[in-house]
């Protein structure tokens, strides 16, 4: 009878997140199979479902999607560069910091954690001052370094803590077996830490795909814009097109969700078993 | 092959110091044991060799070549961590051929001597696995093979048996001594198992903070201990030790007389008398003492017995028939008991 109770009780919270969570995506994705018309028909399913909506988009032919295929290429070429780059900085600093143990690594693991006191909205001004002193304003560069100073220091700290849990002996027992500093990190250190690279490469690129506010300050040309920020022309004039809208956010969400699913077996480690006892 | 040279060497972790000047001579093809409580400096000692630790001072020679500035990977020897550490994501083949491969061996010459040395170890059915999928003993002997398969000048082992259970310990105890025999490398080896130093040892150095106390054959070691802390470290069970004063060729301790080896001490010398438990056997007259615990093992028994407080320990070869409660006599062998000084602990 208890156990009945804990579980009813257990379902009773379930439903209503469940629904809390996926009804806005159940909201997008009715709005994007209905016609302009019945959009706003309060219907729970369009009385003629169509994928109109989707030819349009993928034709360019409305007046917001003249450039939408540019502008999802710019989304995804921002948000790789940007995942690439943390990625590669984030992992040198916490090989050197974790692994070889270089001085000041302290200071600058405290000083990533600081960082998060300043919330990134802040910065955005000092940002765009930044970019145009470097004549970057405009450039895809600038959203790509943007972004890559926001989420290194998180990365950073992510990496660091996964690279102490490395049992110390394997870089012991390649020192002996030979390997100089850059092979311990090519053939030892980067295979071991593939779930945790993973992890935080798709952390960085999603953040960057998702970025709303840098990219509106840091690109204003319609051919440089990504793709979020053309979402947000959408409902700069009086008579939206709602449809096209939401089914743009369709298409812009799906990567997102690819990308989680492809790398799932990534998110969990286990990949240590064995190195050492137990 | 090679002879490794230790001469005053010393280590510092911050202000303290952990080794206060070791001098040791290892000779060519020896297998040496250092020995000793954990913290006694002997890992320390190893990783000093290995290259995985800085020297403070003294120095280290391997055939005559000073290697205190030298990189692990110059200096030519091998280890086997107590850890086993196996790269968990290469197979078998791959962490056995990892130091071939980082020093450019043809791919032919490494498949090569992987294939002899897993066939040394009888490894050949694993080497396509990955360490996960292996048990203690087999990563253990996966961890040994990574050392052979270099054919390095030294072997250094710290504590690779203590993640084994007993019975495992026993065999690869025996898997080691004869891999040594067959390969006559120079084999310096860390526990702090005294039993797995005096099986396999050619010589055992005992440690204890931070220096050597003394250096000798197994037997050497257990049957003239140079002094008290070597003699309780030495043997199992441990020797028997207890306060008294020498008098006319005894020790008068415990309200009785322990007949001493002759010659020993000055008359009225305060002295520590140690007895091996094999060496203290019951007999017709003695020393009487009470029987607290009887322990059979079959091929001896362990007599815990009680002599004015003080519990000392026999063992009797075979079977007993004593049982707990009993008053018995002990007669210590003279030429078999050990005098030491009781201020130093030196022996006398």
Not at chain 1, 154 to 160: D, F, S
Not at chain 2, 217 to 231: G, I, Q, S, T, W
Request: aromatic share 10%; glycine share 6%.
């Amino acid at each position: 009878m208890r156990r009945f109770t804990r579980e009813a009780g257990l379902w009773l919270l379930a439903i209503p997140i469940l629904l809390w969570t996926l009804l806005p995506i159940y909201h997008i994705f009715l709005f994007s199979i209905s016609s302009k018309d019945s959009a706003f028909s309060g219907a729970l399913w369009p009385d003629k479902p169509t994928l109109r909506n989707f030819g349009t988009i993928v034709r360019e032919e409305h007046f917001y999607l003249h450039h939408f295929w540019v502008q999802i290429w710019n989304s995804l070429w921002i948000a790789v560069a940007a995942g690439a780059l943390t990625l590669a900085i984030a992992t040198c600093a916490a090989f050197a910091i974790s692994r070889l143990k270089v001085r000041g690594g302290r200071t600058v693991m405290n000083l990533a954690l600081f960082t998060y006191f300043i919330p990134a909205a802040f910065l955005a001004i000092p940002m765009y001052k930044a970019m145009g002193a470097y004549e970057l304003l405009n450039s895809r560069w600038s959203l790509v370094l943007a972004m890559v100073t926001l989420a290194a220091p998180y990365a950073i700290w992510v990496l660091k803590q996964a690279s102490d849990k490395l049992p110390y002996e394997l870089d012991e027992a390649a020192r002996m077996d030979g390997a100089t500093p850059l092979q311990l990190f090519r053939l030892v250190y980067l295979p071991l830490m593939t779930p945790s690279l993973v992890a935080i490469g798709t952390y960085a690129l999603l953040l960057a795909w998702n970025e709303y506010l840098y990219a509106y300050l840091l690109l204003s040309h319609e051919q440089t814009i990504t793709l979020a920020v053309a979402l947000g022309h959408f409902i700069s004039a009086d008579d939206s097109p709602w449809e096209l809208l939401m089914a743009t956010g369709l298409v812009y969400a799906l990567p997102p969700a690819a990308i989680y699913y492809a790398f799932r077996r990534y998110m969990v480690g286990g990949l240590t078993a064995g190195a050492v006892k137990a | 092959m090679a002879a490794v040279s230790f001469q005053e060497l010393r280590k510092n972790f911050g202000s303290t110091q952990v080794l206060h000047g070791i001098s040791l001579e290892i000779a060519d093809g020896e297998f040496m044991v250092l020995v000793g409580p954990s913290g006694c400096g002997k890992s320390t000692l190893l990783r000093m060799l290995a290259g995985l630790e800085d020297i403070t001072a003294g120095s280290i020679a391997i055939d005559d070549r000073v290697v205190n500035d030298l990189e692990s990977k110059d200096r030519d020897i091998a280890m086997v961590f107590q850890s086993y550490a196996l790269y968990p994501h290469m197979t078998v083949r791959d962490n056995m051929g990892f130091s071939l491969k980082l020093r450019k061996d043809k791919k032919t010459r490494i498949d090569e001597r992987v294939a002899r040395t897993a066939k040394i170890l009888n490894l050949e059915p694993y080497l396509e696995r990955y360490p996960r999928e292996l048990s203690g003993g087999q990563r253990q002997r996966v961890a040994m093979g990574r050392a052979i398969v270099r054919d390095p000048k030294v072997f250094l082992f710290d504590e690779p048996l203590s993640n084994l259970d007993a019975k495992l310990r026993v065999a690869m105890r025996a898997e080691i001594k004869a891999l040594h025999q067959r390969l006559q490398t120079t084999t310096v080896y860390v526990t702090h198992d005294q039993v797995e130093a005096m099986t396999m040892a050619d010589r055992i150095a005992v440690m204890n903070e931070g220096r050597i106390e003394q250096l000798g054959a197994p037997l050497e070691l257990y049957d003239r201990p140079a002094n008290l802390f070597v003699a309780q470290f030495i043997g199992s069970p441990a020797m028997n030790v207890f306060e008294g004063i020498l008098r006319d060729g005894a020790v008068e301790a415990l309200g009785a007389r322990w007949p001493a080896p002759k010659n020993k001490g000055i008359q009225g010398q305060p002295v520590r008398y140690g007895i091996r438990p094999e060496h203290l056997q019951p007999g017709r007259d003695g020393v009487p003492a009470e029987v607290v615990v009887v322990e059979p093992m079959g091929h001896e028994t362990e007599l815990l017995v009680r002599i004015n407080d003080i519990d000392l320990i026999v063992v009797m070869h075979g079977r007993s028939a004593h049982a707990p409660g009993e008053r018995i006599f002990l007669a210590p062998q003279a030429a078999n008991a050990h005098l030491f000084d009781a201020a130093s602990g030196r022996r006398i």
